[in-house]
C-alpha cells in the first residue's frame, strides 16, 4: 500500500495512525477530521475539564514531537462525505477527493439529541466544544441542572455539576441507572453514590418534552423554536429571532421538573451516514468481522463506529485496542488475527472509581469478594464483586478497590474461552 486514509482524527483513529507507522507501513499517511481541533481525549471532558481541574492542552493525545514521527498529511475542520464503491476514494465535503490504497474508518459517534430540544441552556457532551459551551454555562452561579440519561455520560456530568455547587437531577428511563451493564442489585449499589453525592434521581419515567420561556438570552443570534410554540419575535438589534431558553423538563408522569441547564445524555449514534452509497454493510455502525475488516479487505473500522463481530463497544479501551488487530489485518489484506480483548470500562462518579471487566449474562449470580455493602450503597473502602455461572467467573466489578480489580481483571482473560453467542 502506498496510501492509507484514516477518516476519523478520534482515539480510535489516532491509535490506528501509530498501528500504522510501529506494523511498518512507511507510505503516504491521510488523516480526516471533521473537527478543527487536533486529536483530543474525551473522557476527561465530563470530569476533570468540567469541573476546571484539566485545560485543554492537558486533553491532546499527541505532542509535537509525535505527530512530527507519524509524518501524516492532516485535514482537520473537513467531513467525509462518501466513499467511493470499492473503497479506493474518500470524498471531502470541501469539494477535494482522496485516492487511497486503504481506508481506516474511525468516525465514532455522534450524542443523540432530543427532537426539537434547540433550545438556549440544552446541552450534549460528546465534542470539546460542547464541553466549552457547557462549562461556560455552569459559571453562572448556583443553577438547577436536569440531566437526561443515567448513563455514564451523564452520571459523570450530574457528579461534576454537583461538585461545582449546583442542584442536581438524573431523570434515568430505565428502573435504575446502569443495568443492562452491571445487572439490577450491582445497579442498585451503584445507583446509590448520586444519593450519596447529593443528586436527585428520578427512574422509571420517561421524558415528554422540555419547557421554554419567551425570553431569550444571547447566544450569537441564531434562530430556533422550543418545543412548547414558535421561537420569540425577531430581535431589534440583531435583526433575527433569537433562541429561547430553558424552563423545565416536562415528564410523562405530567410533572415539570424546573432547570435552568439540561444536560441530554441518551447515547449515541455512529456516524455512518456518509458511507451511504458505498458497497459496505451498516447497521448499527460498520459491519466487520472478528479483526475489524469489512466487506472490502482495504476497509477497516474500529472504535465506536465498528461493529466488530456482531457488537458494538462505546468504551475507551475497546478504541485503543481494535486498531492494532485492524492495521495488521489491514496491511495484510485480509484477516490474519482477531480481537480477542475482554470487555472492559471504568467511570468516575462522586469520588468513586467503578470498574467492571467481562461479559455479564442474565443467569450469573452475583457474589462480594472483597469489602462490603452497607444500607445498599458502597462501604468505605468499596468492595469487589465476582459475577459467576456454572461455577466459573465471567466479570468482576469494583467501586475503590482498584488493585484487586486489576488481579481480578488478569485472571479472567486468562481463563476466558470463546465469546458464547448470548453474551454478543
Known sequence: MRTVTVVGASLSGVYAA?????????????????????????????????????????????????TAELDAEWLLGVRARGLDARGRTVLLDNGRTVSTDGVVIATGA???RLPGDDLAGVHTLRTLDDARALREELTRGPLRVVVIGGGFIGAETASSCAALGHDVTVVEAAPLPLVPHLGPDMAAVCAALHRRGGVSLVTGIGVAGLRGSGTARSDGGRAAASHDGPAAGPSVAEGVAPRRTVTGVRLTDGRTLPADVVIVGIGATPNTGWLAGSTLALHDGVLCDDGCVTGLAQVVAVGDVARVGGARAEHWTSATEQPRFAVRNLLAGRTVDTVRSLPYFWSDQYG?????????????TVRIAEGAIEDGAPAE????????????????????RPRPFMRARRELARSAGPVEPAAL
Do not use: C, M, N, W
Open 381 to 400: 473502602g468499596g468492595f469487589l464483586a465476582l459475577y459467576e455461572r456454572d461455577g466459573r467467573t465471567t466479570a468482576v466489578l469494583s467501586v475503590d
Open 352 to 364: 468513586a472509581r467503578i470498574q467492571f471487566a467481562g461479559r455479564r449474562h442474565e443467569a450469573d
Open 110 to 112: 455522534a450524542a443523540r
Open 18 to 66: 501509530r498501528e500504522l507507522r510501529t506494523q511498518g507501513f512507511d507510505g503516504r499517511l491521510v488523516i480526516v477530521g471533521d473537527e478543527p481541533h487536533r486529536p483530543y481525549d474525551r473522557p476527561p471532558l465530563s470530569k476533570d475539564f468540567l469541573t476546571g481541574r484539566a485545560d485543554e492542552d492537558q486533553l491532546a493525545l499527541t505532542d509535537a514531537e509525535e
